[in-house]
């Protein structure tokens, strides 16, 4: 049984991610964001009822009775205590999942050769061992929040700086360009690593 290798991408909010993860997508890899996996964790009950014991009622759709993401995002985006508890929570759940998604597609009679999963603080929670391959996709400031609809100084003072995380990557691409572009680039990775 071979495993597919496996990629992630990362970057600053509004880089381009998910538009990379979608080419990758359209280029055979097998893919998953991080978001999809976090979407699908606070489903699950112990999940659900941890995350509204420790941030409130107010984060609750009255309708469907469900954690409303956007709520969720304006109290830990405001709070930094609620926003390190979160993450302490779901980093390591997201791990388990897309491990088990990984193992999945390699069980698969036609497993993809390549499989892809966003994560934008692949540096910032040590996940980077976990990869075989890591994509950083960057683009300049003024870009970035131009692409953007939530509020970036706070969020990108945690981060790492790009050019660091340029230096570790293993593939690298300043998204300032078309999407053909950025298409053009995620079909020269994938070459490169179905053909090594």
């Not at 405001?78 to 999942?97: G, K, Y």
């Not at 929670?125 to 929040?145: N, Y």
């Not at 969020?155 to 950025?182: H, Q």
Request: aromatic share 6%; hydrophobic share 45%; net charge negative.
């Amino acid at each position: 049984m071979s495993r597919p290798v496996a990629v992630a991408i990362t970057g600053g909010i509004g880089a381009g991610k998910s538009e990379a993860l979608q080419a990758f997508a359209r280029h055979g890899a097998a893919t998953v964001s991080s978001d999809e996996i976090v979407h699908h964790l606070l489903l699950r009950p112990d999940v659900r009822d941890a995350v509204i014991a420790r941030m409130g009622n107010g984060i609750v759709n009255p309708d469907s009775g469900e954690i409303d993401r956007g709520a969720l995002a304006t109290v830990v985006f405001n709070d930094r205590d609620a926003l390190e508890w979160l993450e302490q929570l779901l980093h390591p759940l997201v791990s388990v999942e897309y491990l088990r998604w990984r193992d999945q597609l390699a069980g698969l009679p036609d497993a993809p050769a390549v499989c892809v999963t966003e994560v934008p603080l692949l540096y910032e929670s040590g996940a980077e061992s976990r990869f075989d391959k890591v994509v950083v996709i960057t683009a300049p400031k003024k870009l970035r929040q131009a692409r953007s609809i939530v509020a970036t100084d706070e969020r990108e003072a945690r981060l790492i700086d790009d050019r660091e995380k340029v230096k570790r990557a293993d593939f690298a691409y300043t998204n300032t360009g078309s999407f053909e572009e950025l298409d053009a680039f995620v079909g020269s990775v994938m070459h490169d690593l179905t053909t090594a």
